[in-house]
Each structure stands twice: as structure tokens, then as C-alpha cells.
């Protein structure tokens, strides 16, 4: 028998485990008090999602832009890469063009004003190329937006971490637009962020929840992912904001205290490939638990750079 037919038998059984596995870990998680829930929501936003491949504005924030689209807010998506490194059995070149193609679906789906390629080689995404900076940095002098998300800086892919770090000096080297207004929310992918980081939630309804989840079949290049445990993941997240079906999660900072992040990252040696990206039935457990107590202790940092003592000396959750 073959690993694809071993696969597709135990996938169901797999699913089953997932469940019981997260509904555990998101019950016993710690839990704020007040966190800000669809306050972002303006009708004059002018927002920039940098996502790194097609498929992580959604994973991160469908439900989000789907909202946005409902507010007519002015939404423009930069992709980082050129979307050549998914599993697939069509050459590089097909492959480019398929994924471009589901990008310019999600720009109808989600309205989306205008969608900006940059494409660097998927998975070379490197902050030390003064070329990605410069080219971020002329995105969003052009478009001067009000808020932009990213990837959060604690992720187990190589190309969302240097995106995200890519962009935090981006908005460094900006001196002729008031960065200061810019709201910066950083989105979760294939690192399911630590509860005490979380500081924004978007709460979605049955009908906003089911509109996300059909977004997904958009994705027809990328039959080796499991988008059902992120799907999993967002109805688990509800338990931080009891309202809605499903729920979007944030962690909301300002650029000087998340480029202080990025440093501590980059001085004490962070590797997203320390761990496991979260990626379908069959490693959702292993991307919980694998470096956990590593992932804690940055986390942890993190938390202290990002919110100050306070925030920092807050008991660390291990989230397994």
C-alpha cells in the first residue's frame, strides 16, 4: 500500500485526534480579560497585507478581509515570492502562473484594490537583501497606508520570518510619510502564537466563517496542504471572544517595539526551522509540541519586549 492511500485511510482518525488534542490545549490556555475585537474596522482604512505565498492572507486573516470588503475599506496584497516551491507535479513556470491565478481569484473574492507581486524565489526570502527592502519600503511610501499586516515574527517558516523582518526595516528606513499612524497587526500562519501575545481577535459568524472556508477551494495548486486544521484551529480560537463561530487572531505592536523584537530574534539566534510548520492532519500535534519549551522562552522575550514587565512576566503558556 502506498503513503498516499495509508494517508487518505488515516486521515479521518487523524482529524478525530486533532480535535479532541486542540479543544484540550485551547481549554486550558490562559485567557485575557479585554482584547480588541473588530475595532480596526474603518471605512476610510487604507490597508497592505504582506503575505509571503498565496494562501497565507487567508489562512491568516480570510475572515478578516472578507470583513473589510463588507466596510468597502481599500485593501492592496504584496506577495513576497513567486509561489515556485509548492508541492505540486506541474513545473516551476505552470506552477507561477497557477498560483498568480488563484491570487487574481482572491482579488475579486475579497475586493481587493490592487495586487502587488515582488517575486523572490520562494523559500531565499532573505532580510539581508537591501533589494526586498527597498522594494517594500517603495510599496508603502507609494500607497501610505493606515495599517498594514504581516506575518508574526515567531513562525516556523523560513520565508514569513524574514518577510516580516523585512518589512519591520522597511518602515525603519521611511522618513517621508508619518509612520507613526500606521497600525501594525501581525498574523498567524503556520506557528499557532503563544495566548499571551494576543492582543487583537476578529470574531466571525456562521455565514462569515462558512464564505472563509469556501475560499480555500480557491487553492487547487496546493493539494499537499491541509487547510482543515487551520479552519480547526480559527473555530478553537473562539474561546478567547465567546461571540461567533470562529475566531482570527492578532498580535498588535508598535514598529519600534517590534523591530526591538525582531533584533532579540536575530542576536539570540532564532531559526523557524527549528520547528514544525503546521501544515495538515498529520503534523498539527508535532507543531505544537515540537521546541515547545524553545518556542516558550522566545515567546516569553518576546512578550516582555513587545508590552514591557507586565506583559512579560505573565506565566508563559506552553500551549500543548
Known sequence: MNKSKIKKILKKPMSIVNRIYTKYVYFRCPKKDIYDVDHLMELNDKVIVFAPHVDDETIGLGGT???????????????????????TDLNEDELIKV?????????????????????????????????????????????????IYMPFLIDSHIDHYNTSIAVLKALENIDNIDKKNIKILCYQVNSPIMPELITNITALTKEQFENKKRVFRVFTSQWAMGFDVFILLDERQKIYYKKGVAAEVFVKADLDSLAKASKYLIENNYNPLDYVQLSGEFNLIKAFRNNKDKKKEFSRKVNEILFGEEGGSNKMSHLT
Open 99 to 147: 498560483r498568480k491565478n488563484e491570487a487574481q481569484t482572491l482579488k475579486e473574492i475579497y475586493g481587493i484594490r490592487d495586487i502587488i507581486y515582488l517575486d523572490y524565489k520562494d523559500s531565499k526570502v532573505n532580510y539581508r537583501d537591501d533589494k526586498l527592502i527597498r522594494d517594500i519600503k517603495g510599496v508603502v511610501e507609494d500607497l501610505n497606508p493606515t495599517i
Open 65 to 87: 478581509l472578507l470583513k473589510y470588503k463588507e466596510k468597502l475599506s481599500e485593501v492592496y496584497i504584496v506577495y513576497i515570492t513567486d509561489g515556485s516551491g509548492a508541492t
